[in-house]
């Protein structure tokens, strides 16, 4: 069974300042991989997909990167925000059509 | 604008009452997903589609019925609420194929007591 763990747990920086979300996954045989930002009491925004044969992706200051062979996926935020504060997902996607299995997030805090 | 609807958006009912939720997309999707979301647990599914009169479960589906009638809508129904059902429940739409990604709705905050 894929299981997904996200380092840290929680992180709370100032503003500013440059920062690397971890995620990792159990199963390298995976298809996509997708990074999500959900704001409290919010539904999940898609940021990032980055299919298996890709290596990284990015989309104005946020840059992902997945490495198959290792399990392991990055969330790269340049020059932090406030706004950047939410809680941020990493969700796998497998071969077959059940879905992503989710990490539990990583909750951030960038103080002003 | 496109996308992924949920309703109710909240919802308080009390133990064994019944209700259903409203999942609707727009995007011609053929794939469709409900999971819930517990503190501690994170995002769990609990039933999904492949298509139009298709239903498979997922990781905890036991006290949930779903139902593909229509492509655009998927159902999620409670038959007899517990409280181990209060819950932030998704709904989730996506294509097939290799550039496939996942559009989430806003989610409805459920509470049983």
């Known amino acids: 069974k894929q299981e997904v763990t996200q380092i840290p747990a929680a992180l709370s920086v100032p503003e500013g300042e440059n920062l690397v979300l971890n995620c990792s996954f159990t199963?390298?045989?995976?298809?996509?991989l997708q990074w999500f930002r959900q704001d409290p009491g919010k539904g999940l925004t898609s940021l990032l997909l980055?299919?298996?044969?890709?290596r990284e992706q990015t989309s104005g200051r946020l840059n992902a990167s997945l490495d198959k062979s290792s399990g392991r996926s990055t969330l790269y935020i340049a020059a932090s925000q406030p706004g950047d504060s939410a809680t941020y997902l990493c969700?796998?996607?497998?071969?077959?059509?059940?879905?992503?299995?989710f990490g539990k997030g990583t909750h951030l805090i960038i103080q002003p | 604008n496109a996308g992924v609807t949920q309703t109710p958006k909240f919802r308080v009912l009390k133990t064994g009452q019944s209700m259903t939720l409203l999942c609707a997309q727009d995007?011609?999707?053929?794939?469709m997903y409900w999971y819930r979301q517990d503190p501690g647990m994170g995002l769990r599914l609990i039933h999904y589609?492949?298509?139009?009169?298709?239903?498979a479960k997922g990781e905890v589906p036991d006290g949930y019925n779903v139902s593909r009638l229509k492509k655009q809508n998927f159902l999620l129904g409670l038959e007899s609420a517990a409280p181990s059902q209060t819950s932030v429940y998704f709904c989730?739409?996506?294509?097939?194929?290799?550039?496939?990604?996942?559009?989430f709705g806003s989610g409805t905050r459920l509470t049983v007591v």
């Open positions: 989730a739409s996506s294509w097939t194929g290799p550039n496939y990604g996942y559009t």
């Open positions: 199963d390298s045989a995976i298809y996509n």
């Open positions: 980055i299919q298996s044969s890709q």
């Open positions: 969700a796998v996607i497998g071969g077959g059509a059940d879905g992503l299995t």
């Open positions: 995007m011609n999707h053929e794939y």
């Open positions: 589609s492949v298509g139009e009169g298709t239903t």
